[in-house]
Structures are given as C-alpha cells and as structure tokens.
C-alpha cells in the first residue's frame, strides 16, 4: 500500500477534533484519535465504514472493534476466509486480515455518531489515497449510503450514477468494483433491516468479483 498523508493526529475538522479533546479528558484510557485503517496492506477487498464508536473504535484505536457493528462484521469476515478469527477483542489480539482492510470514511469518532457533510469531505482525500492503493481487480465494499458516496465522491463520479442500495454493484475506475451493504449497525440488524444471511452474501459475493 502507498504511503498516505493521514495522520493520527490529524485536526483538519475543528469540531471533531474538539470533540476528542473532550472525549480524551472524559476517557484517558481510550485511544481518542483518528483512526487508521487496519489489515493486510496488499488487500484486494478494501471494506469501507462510517466512522469510529465511542466506545469502538474509538476506544481501541482499530476499525469496528468493540462495537456493537464489529461483532457481525468480523464473524461474518471470519466465515468468508477475510479474518483469522470471529471476535475482535482489542488493536493487540493478534487478529488479521487476510487479502482485507478496513477504513472509514471519516477516521474521527462524531458526537452522536453522525458527521456532517464537510467532515466527509475533509477526510475524502485519505479514503481516495486508499482506493489508488487497490491493484485492479479489487472490491470496494462500502458499509451504508454515506460511506457509498464517500468512495465515489473520492473516484470522481457522479453521484447519479452510482445510487446506492443494498447488494448494489458498479465498475469502478482502475478496475474496481464497488459493492455495497446496508450498514451492520444495531438498528440495521435489530429492525432486520439486515440479517446475518444478507451480510454474509455480500462477502460471498465479493470473493466471487475477487475470482
């Protein structure tokens, strides 16, 4: 993987960057940073969330882990050959990603969990020094519509183009493909808004694009 301008200590996005400063008085033992993106570096399968939990991603330092999200997530990695294990417990448990890499499309964790539309923007450059990184023949997997339309604002498309919706696919330039879920949060899956068996197809569906 190329080597990125992102940094942990990163304060493009005044208020987010207040927010942790709060956040790490409130928690000295959260990790309380942007978060970088974490697996195999050669990855084909580049999985892209929201942003960090508060008590996540946020706490851990790594992608998904200790969320309620990450639970459904790394299960579902592990039974489709992208994780070595099914739990994620903390950023020094051993856990890899095989050919897979996760990433968000804002790296701070938001107050109430949503970033507004200018901190996508701000951290749209590191998700697309990311996407460069992909050899053709890789898959996007965007995790919900405003991480769907981070990759593409980040690939230069046109947002008409690419609407997104649950086990939708399109080429991408570079020759990436994007497929997109709906997001693994725990409204989505207490709702049934997503079952496991839906998230699993997507992965499944992804190691086919992957050959």
Not at 30 to 45: I, M, N, Q, T
Request: proline share 7%.
């Amino acid at each position: 993987m190329s080597t990125t301008t992102f940094k942990t200590n990163c304060t493009r996005c005044e208020r987010l960057a207040d927010f942790l400063t709060d956040v790490r008085a409130e928690h000295p033992d959260y990790f309380g940073l942007p978060v970088p993106s974490f697996g195999d570096p050669d990855a084909r399968l580049l999985v892209v969330g929201l942003a960090p939990g508060m008590h996540g991603a946020n706490a851990t330092g790594r992608p998904f882990t200790g969320d309620y999200a990450g639970v459904l997530l790394y299960e579902t990695m592990h039974e489709t050959g992208f994780a070595t294990r099914p739990v994620s417990e903390h950023a020094e448990d051993g856990l890899e990603l095989p050919d897979a890499r996760i990433t968000n499309a804002v790296r701070c964790l938001p107050p109430q969990n949503k970033p507004v539309g200018s901190e996508v923007n701000n951290c749209n450059s590191f998700l697309a020094e990311e996407l460069a990184s992909l050899k053709p023949g890789s898959v996007v997997l965007a995790l919900g519509g405003i991480a769907h339309k981070a990759v593409v604002k980040a690939l230069g498309g046109r947002q008409a183009d690419f609407k997104f919706g649950h086990g939708t696919e399109y080429p991408l330039p570079g020759g990436l493909t994007l497929l997109s879920s709906y997001h693994c949060s725990r409204y989505n899956t207490q709702t049934k808004r997503l079952t496991a068996d839906m998230f699993h197809d997507v992965f499944e569906r992804a190691k086919v694009l992957l050959g």
